[in-house]
T-cell receptor, first 115, second 114 residues
Framework: AQSVAQPEDQVNVAEGNPLTVKCTYS??????LFWYVQYPNRGLQFLLK??????LVKGSYGFEAEFNKSQTSFHLKKPSALVSDSALYFC?????????????FGRGTQLTVWP | DADVTQTPRNRITKTGKRIMLECSQT?????MYWYRQDPGLGLRLIYY???????NKGEISDGYSVSRQAQAKFSLSLESAIPNQTALYFC?????????????FGPGTRLTVL
């Protein structure tokens, strides 16, 4: 079974501070991992993905994520948060060996960056 | 122009009515998906289609049906809407080629069933 857990419903951080949004996953094989962001009244936008290789993945808007196979985690990070980063963030996983290609999403984490 | 479009963007309807939500894409992708989003539950897959002749149920297909009219069009129908189908509905597409195949989402349809 494939699943994604985002243990925090909300993350609050001050502008200029580093932020982390946590994600752990479960797949039967090796994973492809994704982060998406949803701004109010908008669809989901792709941020970054882990395919293979370097465990630190860099994405849009200064975000990065670190793949940790032993901890089955893929936490989203940013060194210095902006108020405009406030949004709903979703982690997703796909089993690399699956031909179905469907994604499994976490429940989302609401990030609030206060001035 | 947006790559993935959804119509309508908002819809209010009554219990028992039949509703169709439409999705069109210009990305040339074969794979299309319908999700619903509920607060605290994330995105749940309703149906997905890997080409015009291929339709598959997702995890919450009961009460829904779909039609893949063309590569670019994928419609979701609620045959007899009920209040617990009130949600935000998203269409998505992806490329079936080799690689990790991230999905691209439409802007969503907010459906309210009274």
């Amino acid at each position: 079974a494939q699943s994604v857990a985002q243990p925090e419903d909300q993350v609050n951080v001050a502008e200029g501070n580093p932020l982390t949004v946590k994600c752990t996953y479960s797949v039967s094989g090796n994973p492809y991992l994704f982060w998406y962001v949803q701004y109010p009244n908008r669809g989901l936008q792709f941020l970054l993905k882990y395919i293979t290789g370097d465990n630190l993945v860099k994405g849009s808007y200064g975000f990065e994520a670190e793949f940790n196979k032993s901890q089955t985690s893929f936490h989203l990070k940013k060194p210095s948060a902006l108020v405009s980063d406030s949004a709903l963030y979703f982690c997703a996983v796909r089993d690399r060996g699956s031909t179905l290609g469907r994604l499994y999403f976490g429940r989302g984490t609401q990030l609030t960056v206060w001035p | 122009d947006a790559d993935v479009t959804q119509t309508p963007r908002n819809r209010i309807t009554k219990t028992g009515k039949r509703i169709m939500l439409e999705c069109s894409q210009t990305k040339g992708h074969d794979r299309m998906y319908w999700y619903r989003q509920d607060p605290g539950l994330g995105l749940r897959l309703i149906y997905y289609s890997f080409d015009v002749k291929d339709i598959n149920k997702g995890e919450i297909s009961d009460g829904y049906s779909v039609s893949r009219q063309a590569q670019a069009k994928f419609s979701l129908s609620l045959e007899s809407a009920i209040p617990n189908q009130t949600a935000l509905y998203f269409c998505a597409t992806s490329d079936p080629g080799p690689g990790s195949n991230e999905q691209f989402f439409g802007p969503g349809t907010r459906l309210t069933v009274l």
